[in-house]
């Protein structure tokens, strides 16, 4: 059946127009705004071109952020994609409730941000923390000590909150490609002597090739614009320590307890994250990009 | 062909898009910069306790279109009334409750009246602020007082209530300006002396005490700093912490700053500082005496060393569970405290002590104040007025007090016996300061991206004093020349 053109934008105009009103107007918009000063009050604009983004480049707390939100996408990816890869393999061998083990991994992705900041906050308490309860329980007395919270510490520890958080939902996604590779190719390795190492890098990784691609494009999005932990893992108000690009465009643009106000300045952010996300996953894109593997 | 046809429709549409944003409409008016300060002279401490200042210079506000005539709310309303007011408290909130209370009376009152609120939570200024650039009609919000100055009212979106106020109250015969507690009117009013807000939450910020663990200890609240290093370490020879503060909570830290330099240079000095734009106010050696005094805190245990790792509630939890002694904070303390502490838990609260060879009084009080505050646009600002007046009756007030076990603003209303001292302490203020001797309401990324950063490094040993002095110095300097 021949479909015609004019069907076809028909029923393109839709999706295009929401995408249009809901992503590229907002988009545009603040790229506008990102060449003014402007408090998002009023129409009080006063025009200064780059001084926005100039300014960012001498902001010690947005520097701060950016380091944190780079150390988050490639040291925290690398755990994640470790781990979910670890995850992966172990639950592809014949242990026993692998349903269970995956529910149970995958569990964070499903419980409210604020639930899981103060489960963190619990973990990490200096008086009656789980975590240091267990060390002193294993016989770490002094490492159960650690006040894991404290300002030079308390990026790394929420980091590791976050890794816990997204190692299940990337382990979900490499499962569901390993889940259809067929079986008979394990069995053939096994059958030439291959061992489950070989098996995982001659066969599981370059079947999920194009799963890993989509996977760490999707971790880079999520990593850039990473918000809602960081924001809410301190309580009443988020820390410098633990500022990412994203938490520090909201402060400067939105305010927390402190009316900052700079909806200009914030846009500027924004613009500037947009451009990391655009050069990263262009980057990721090309150097991801593989012929398919066919066997 | 036809694909020329869809680049140039995508094109026309990107164009269109950017025109929108362009669009707009009359501009309004430009915000004040923040006056200099010429000569960050000493402020001095008010002769007589009895006397009440209005503290703090007042806030910047952009000079609002000019109000209409005032008339009786009663003539002025023919038809029905609709007024929409956004909340920053959730619905379940014991502050809510009381205030949707307050409603259905109003309505009841004012058949003509109706007023539609929209439970925010406390980031209400925020949803407000995006609300009012969508078109969206809003009569009247609450927030913080020192975040809405530093927020909408600095942006020009208070409406003007000084006429408003001239009304009498409508339970005593007195205009309604005079039925507040001294001062807190004009603590946020603009630099023309205009008032914006009507404060009906009052918080002290003092000391909070376990009072039977400090009887257990036989020590009596200070009022000198060297009392209060000698009560401490008694505290902390008993066993107990002295004190418990939290490590992620920055504008609970800042108050030893905030009372240190009020009670040794007076209300004010503080942000003088804060305006000094060459950052040589820093240098004064009152600075480096009050870091000097906080680390000691640490130093000699008076703050536990775990604290640096507290994150909200964990510090104030131990002052719940009898492991501590006392917190600098709010009122709300015992509020939040209220279901984990034992049944026989005595509160008491004691104003920051002096120090030694300070102008400042012990009086001095920095209050959290939660206002409401008529919005600029509304259709029916007097109809608004009429229910804020209408709230502020001693009955009103004492039902706030009573449900929500918070201080309130109108005189002559009893706190609830957890917060009475600090009822005690407002009604003895020389001089009320804002948060941050005021800053937080002129200032804000100062205070939050300077002030509050640097201290916060002091405070949890991340900066020496000489450091917190020197990066203050340079940071104000860089920040005013920027």
């Known amino acids: ?295 | 062909m036809h694909k020329k046809y869809w680049m140039l429709l995508v094109i026309g549409l990107l164009f269109a898009s950017l025109l929108v944003a362009c669009g707009g409409t009359a501009p309004a008016p430009v915000a004040d910069a923040p006056a200099e300060v010429a000569e960050p002279a000493e402020v001095e401490a008010p002769a007589e306790p009895a006397e009440v200042e209005a503290p703090a210079e007042p806030a910047e506000v952009e000079a609002p279109a000019e109000p209409a005539e005032v008339e009786a709310p009663a003539e002025a309303a023919e038809g029905p009334v609709e007024l929409t007011y956004w909340s920053m408290w959730n619905e379940n909130e014991a502050q809510a409750q009381v205030i949707q209370s307050w409603i259905e009376a109003f309505e009841a009152e004012h058949p003509n009246i109706s007023i539609d609120a929209v439970w925010n939570g406390r980031q209400n200024q925020t949803l407000v602020r995006t609300a009012l650039e969508s078109g969206t009609k809003i009569d009247f919000v609450d927030q913080d007082a020192d975040p809405l100055a530093g927020g909408l009212m600095s942006e020009g979106q208070g409406y003007p209530l000084d006429d408003l106020l001239d009304m009498p109250a409508l339970d005593e015969d007195m205009p309604l300006r005079d039925v507040f507690t001294p001062s807190v009117l004009e603590l946020f009013a603009g630099q023309d002396g205009t008032i914006y807000q009507i404060p009906y939450v009052y918080n002290t910020v003092q000391f909070w005490y376990n009072k039977g663990l400090f009887e257990e200890v036989g020590v009596e609240p200070p009022t000198t700093w060297e009392e209060f290093l000698a009560v401490n370490d008694a505290i902390l020879e008993a066993g107990y912490a002295p004190l418990a503060v939290e490590s992620d909570i920055a504008f609970y830290q800042i108050d030893f700053l905030t009372y240190y330099v009020a009670r040794a240079k007076g209300p004010g000095f503080l942000k003088a500082a804060v305006e000094d734009k060459t950052g040589e106010m820093w240098n004064d050696p009152i600075f480096l005496e009050a870091a000097q005094a906080t680390r000691e805190l640490w130093d000699r245990g008076h703050i536990p060393a775990e604290s640096v790792g507290f994150l909200w509630p964990a510090g104030q939890q131990t002052l719940g569970f009898g492991e501590s002694a006392m917190e600098l904070v709010g009122s709300w303390l015992p509020i939040e405290l209220a279901d984990i502490v034992e049944e026989d838990f005595e509160w008491g609260a004691f104003n920051f002590p002096t120090v030694e060879g300070g102008i400042g009084s012990q009086d001095d009080m920095q209050a959290v104040l939660l206002a409401f505050m008529i919005l600029n646009d509304s259709e029916n600002p007097e109809e608004a007025f009429e229910f804020l007046r209408f709230i502020m009756t001693k009955e009103n007030m004492q039902q706030m007090a009573d449900a929500a076990l918070v201080g309130v603003t109108r005189e002559g209303v009893q706190w609830a016996d957890a917060i009475a001292d600090g009822a005690e302490a407002a009604a003895n203020a020389n001089t009320v300061m804002g948060l941050s001797d005021g800053a937080v309401a002129l200032y804000p990324e100062f205070v939050n991206n300077i002030l509050y950063v640097n201290w916060r490094g002091l405070f949890l040993g991340e900066l020496t004093p000489e450091e917190f002095v020197a990066t203050m110095a340079a940071d104000a300097a860089d920040y005013w020349a920027n």
């Open chain 1, 1 to 295: 059946m021949k479909v015609s053109r004019g069907f076809i934008a028909a029923m393109l105009l839709p999706a295009s127009l929401l995408y249009l009103v809901f992503f590229l107007f907002p988009t545009a918009q603040t790229l506008y705004f990102s060449f003014f000063d402007f408090s998002g009050l009023g129409n009080d604009k006063v025009f200064i071109g780059l001084d926005n983004f100039a300014e960012l480049v001498g902001d010690d707390l947005f520097l701060l952020s950016m380091r944190n939100t780079i150390i988050i996408l490639l040291f925290g990816g690398l755990l994640i994609f470790a781990l979910a890869f670890m995850f992966t393999a172990l639950l592809n061998s014949d242990v026993r409730g692998r349903r269970i083990f995956r529910a149970i991994i995958f569990i964070p992705n499903v419980i409210a941000t604020i639930a899981l900041t103060t489960l963190w906050s619990y973990i990490y308490n200096p008086r009656f923390g789980l975590l240091n309860n267990a060390l002193t329980q294993l016989g770490f007395e002094e490492l159960g000590k650690t006040t894991w919270t404290e300002p030079d510490k308390i990026f790394w520890a929420m980091l590791v909150a976050l890794i816990w958080i997204f190692v299940g939902f990337y382990m979900v996604l490499l499962l569901a490609g390993t889940d259809k590779i067929p079986i008979e190719y394990y069995e053939a390795a096994k059958l030439d002597g291959a061992s489950q190492v070989q098996m995982f890098f001659r066969i599981t990784v370059p079947m999920l090739w194009d799963v890993i691609t989509v996977a760490v494009v999707m971790w880079s999005i999520a990593a850039l614009k990473i918000f809602e932990f960081p924001f809410a893992f301190t309580s009443l108000e988020p820390v410098p320590e633990t500022y990412t690009s994203a938490v520090y465009l909201y402060v400067m643009g939105f305010g927390q307890r402190t009316p900052i106000y700079r909806l200009g300045y914030a846009s500027a952010i924004g613009v500037w994250m947009l451009i990391t996300v655009i050069i990263v996953i262009v980057f990721l894109r090309r150097a991801l990009t593989r012929e398919a593997v066919q066997y």
